[in-house]
């Protein structure tokens, strides 16, 4: 999602502002009044504020007698120390005493990380130790840690939370009061609001940066608390904005891609079209060319042309020329159902003539497939016959296609219910398919035929539009013992309101 992450970062922090800020209005810290044993975080802007704050909590624990013990990074530990020589404590013999203790944070942490992850007992061997120096004497003890700073800038969020835990857990048992500082540059992204929001679980108390600490009177620090209010609600609604402009846009782009795609399969299924019809249509008229040039050459020769030459030459232009008809009709038909414009002429027919008249041509068409029938001597019905009758020519002639010669073809016509009559059509060929199965009524789908197929792919696709336009429907099987059976369904009297191109 396209949000601006410093919006998220700002809305957490205030959040987390508000929620931890006490009655007195988070006053500058009086550091004389720490308890045995707190934990808080401090956030700040810039190292000045931060090396003034640490300062001025160790420098009133080392005058109270407490012990001090400052892990930081090398430039805050000489930067602190110069704070405290210059409110007039005696560094060295604080260190000589043991009331001041010194660490290099990335040092520390050297000695109980491991890869990326914390191991408690490593710490604990190495604080432990010195927690019980420090607090001899019944000293109370104050600490500043920068090692989970450190952490967060290098990004193990998981084990910076770790680490703030440890130092509670380690509270039950040596009470001390720690002081953790943040950068608030170290929080400019949603998932380092997260983690500002788990650090803040951690701590007793949380102090903000001094663009708010700072400010000198309780009415600025209300007028500041109003402010970052303001600010919060109209980022929200500002992020609220974004997201409905976003969603708009992606709900935009949804749909545009979907046209383009639906664009694309258009133009690939035109190319695939055009393909096919070429190649369909220029066999049979290569054909007609062909005979037509060779009766032309001999007449012009003069040359002697046989009856029984001219006779075949007739039959195949014949055939060929039934065979650009059958094509040019199947692609006319096609457009005419896509513009949903095919009109079915339906009335009273004998289903079972049709049915023995079509059995009757694809017998004489086919080379030797055994086609049987079992039929009703009648059965009556209210359908448009040429089209069924051309239903049951693609089904027949797919049969033919896709079976080997002298394998058998088995129709049946029958009334299992008294609305409807069913009519199916089963080749024993190769059958389709298993992941090709769901595109058979598909335009220009063939399947599989090893060699034997011609023709655009659209007799089963012409064929399902027209059962659908009777208000029937037409479905595939695949017997276990191979082949394809086609069960075409239809009304015995087509309702009007399911099959309206089938009104009078």
């Not at 009086?30 to 640490?54: C, I, N, P, R």
């Not at 450190?150 to 835990?165: C, H, I, K, Q």
């Not at 046209?259 to 096919?276: C, K, M, V, Y």
């Not at 429907?473 to 069960?487: H, K, L, N, S, V």
Request: a negative charge.
């Amino acid at each position: 999602m396209i949000v601006d992450e410093y919006q998220h970062r700002n809305i957490s922090q205030f959040a987390v502002i508000e929620d931890n800020i006490e009655p007195a209005l988070a006053p500058r810290t009086d550091w004389t009044e720490m308890g045995a044993s707190e934990h808080f975080v401090q956030f700040y802007d810039t190292d000045t504020f931060l090396v003034d704050a640490v300062g001025a909590f160790v420098s009133s624990g080392l005058r109270a007698g407490d012990a001090a013990i400052v892990v930081a990074t090398q430039a805050h530990r000489e930067a602190i120390e110069e704070r405290l020589r210059a409110a007039g404590l005696d560094v060295a013999a604080a260190i000589a005493g043991g009331q001041y203790l010194s660490l290099d944070a990335a040092e520390a942490l050297s000695g109980f990380m491991v890869g990326n992850e914390l191991e408690p007992g490593r710490f604990l061997e190495i604080f432990e130790p010195i927690l019980a120096r420090a607090s001899e004497d019944n000293r109370r003890v104050r600490i500043f840690g920068e090692m989970v700073a450190l952490l967060a800038l290098d990004g193990n969020f998981s084990a910076t939370v770790r680490l703030e835990e440890i130092w509670n857990e380690l509270q039950e048992t040596h009470p001390f009061s720690l002081f953790c500082a943040y950068a608030m540059d170290q929080f400019n992204g949603q998932s380092h609001a997260e983690l500002l929001v788990n650090v803040c679980a951690e701590h007793s108390r949380v102090i903000p940066a001094e663009s708010y600490t700072a400010l000198p009177s309780q009415d600025e620090r209300l007028r500041a608390i109003l402010t970052l209010q303001q600010k919060a609600s109209w980022l929200e609604e500002e992020i609220a904005g974004r997201k409905r402009v976003e969603e708009r846009l992606r709900v935009a782009l949804e749909a545009e891609r979907a046209a383009r795609q639906e664009t694309e399969a258009a133009l690939r299924l035109r190319d695939e079209f055009l393909s096919i019809a070429a190649h369909e249509l220029r066999t049979p008229l290569t054909v007609l060319l062909g005979h037509t040039q060779l009766v032309e050459r001999k007449l012009r020769r003069g040359g002697d042309l046989q009856p029984e030459q001219l006779l075949r030459g007739m039959q195949s232009v014949s055939s060929q020329a039934d065979k650009i008809t059958r094509l040019l009709a199947q692609l006319l038909d096609v457009s005419v159902l896509d513009a949903g414009k095919l009109a079915l002429k339906c009335e009273p027919v004998d289903l079972a003539a049709i049915v023995q008249q079509a059995v009757s041509d694809a017998r004489a068409f086919s080379d030797g497939h055994a086609i049987t029938l079992t039929a009703p001597a009648s059965l009556e019905a209210r359908v448009d016959p040429l089209r069924i009758e051309q239903v049951l020519a693609n089904l027949l002639n797919n049969a033919l296609k896709y079976s080997p010669v002298e394998s058998s073809i088995d129709v049946v016509i029958s009334q299992p219910l008294d609305a409807e009559i069913e009519l199916s059509v089963r080749d024993h060929g190769r059958g389709i398919p298993f992941e090709e199965r769901n595109q058979i009524f598909e335009r220009f789908y063939q399947a599989p035929d090893h060699g034997y197929t011609t023709g655009l792919g659209l007799g089963l696709y012409i064929s399902h539009q027209i059962v659908e336009l009777h208000g029937g429907r037409i479905r595939a099987e695949f017997p276990p013992d191979g082949g394809t059976r086609f069960i075409v369904t239809l009304p015995v009297a087509a309702d009007v309101a399911l099959a309206p191109a089938c009104a009078d």
